[in-house]
């Protein structure tokens, strides 16, 4: 069992004091000392099997060999040097790579930020000088970051909002598919034939964006038959789509990106997350013609573009290549599916399981007819898989969240979910206190 010492309680308590990550979800004390692979190890030396791959960052696993030597390589000729000024080889590798890799048959532009959410921004403006128009469409309960930009195209949790005073304006919410829970295909056509017909004309939107599957809501799956009507619309009225893969891109759904699972060619791609191992960078892949439609340097960060993210970033995508991670994805991701859906048949607070490849959600109830979310034992759970060496968190409230880096192997997922049955049990026989989420 995990065991902690006054030491980790001491960083703990500075941490908090002095950060203000308002998102954390403080339901156990872990503090990272070193990680590799599917392994992460805390300052006091505990060893856990890490389900969570740094909210799907560590796709190729942590400090993967060939990552590590592109960063030293990298960081013994330069550390940075402004693109606003200079061009370097890294930069220029890495935009070659991600223009062949994105979906569309077409010629395409690159340009790099520092995170997801500054590249959100980024495509929201490519999307409106393009097009000239002003409206963007968007769904409930999306994520796309905490930059004003971002935030005012997320629909995800109100809260994120409070204070902020006047968001972006012009931006239109419409619900996503939610099989489980919430909405059906038809009824969110409806919901956005009805916007463009009796509230924003067709012809003032910009883009829709969207996540094509929607992760911290849940890992929420549309299906096929709901993107090939959003995407007649919005062909037939010039609205551009605009993919937010940053969760979902580089392999984690199975794919290397979401769009090929529904055959979609979006116009922009936003990338960020597992683009560069853990290195910050983000980057937005565009149609040319839209990518060149603003003014330079109209978005621009002086180190974005970073030579060593750039380094890792090439080095990452050469991994999922050479070590045919896409299908470890689905071959570990579809016996991981099973697992859990074999343990519905003994755990009653199981609702759903749902995912794609490395993108599982495992949807927590009090009552399986009621659906009704389980906050306290999904936390119980999280908790106590700490407890017994598996990390693993949640979204949604009540979404486990299943995302192992895609090197996981199948023993490494038989340890873990042998684990994670076990905190269920363990949850559901009173053995984790009201106290300790
Ligand atoms: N878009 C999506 C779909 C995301 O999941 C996230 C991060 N959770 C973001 C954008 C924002 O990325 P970042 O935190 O790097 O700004």
Known sequence: MTEIT??????????????????????????????????????????????????????????????????????DRFIHYTPAYMYHVPHTKLAEKLVEITPGDFEKRVAFALSGSASV????????????????????????GTTIGSLSVSGYGSDMRKGMGSLVPDV???PFPDSYRGKRTEECLESFRELITMIVPAESIAAVIYEPIQGD?????????FYIEVE????ENGILLIADEVHTGFGRTGAMFASELFHIDPDIIVLGKAIAAGMPLSAIVGRKEIME?????????????????????????EVIEEEHLLENAVTVGNYMME???????????????????????VDIVKNRESKERDVQTTAKICYRCWEKGVILAFFSGCVLRVEPPLTMTMEEAKDALDIVEASITDVE????????V
């Open 121 to 144: 921004d980024g495509a929201i403006k490519a999307a409106r000088s393009y097009t000239g128009r002003n409206h963007i469409v968007s769904f409930y309960h999306s994520y796309h």
């Open 339 to 361: 697992r859990f859906k074999d343990m519905m048949t003994r755990h009653e607070c199981i609702g759903d399981v749902r995912g794609s490849g490395l993108m599982i959600g």
């Open 6 to 75: 006054e030491n980790t309680r001491r960083i703990i308590e500075k941490e908090d004091r002095l950060l203000s990550y308002t998102t954390r979800v403080p339901y156990y004390p872990l503090v990272v000392d070193r990680a590799k692979g599917s392994h992460v190890w805390d300052v006091e030396g505990n060893e856990f099997i890490d389900l969570l791959a740094s909210a799907a960052v560590i796709n190729v696993g942590h400090n993967h060999e060939k990552v590590l030597e592109a960063v030293h390589e990298q960081v």
């Open 293 to 317: 439609a603003w003014h330079t340097p109209v978005h621009f960060f002086n180190t974005a573009g970073n030579p060593v993210s750039c380094a890792a970033a090439t080095a990452s995508i």
């Open 217 to 225: 809501a849940g890992i929420l799956i549309p299906e096929q038959a």
């Open 172 to 174: 239109h919410f419409i």
């Open 429 to 436: 026989n009173g053995l984790v206190p009201d106290s300790a």
């Open 232 to 235: 007649k619309i919005c062909r």
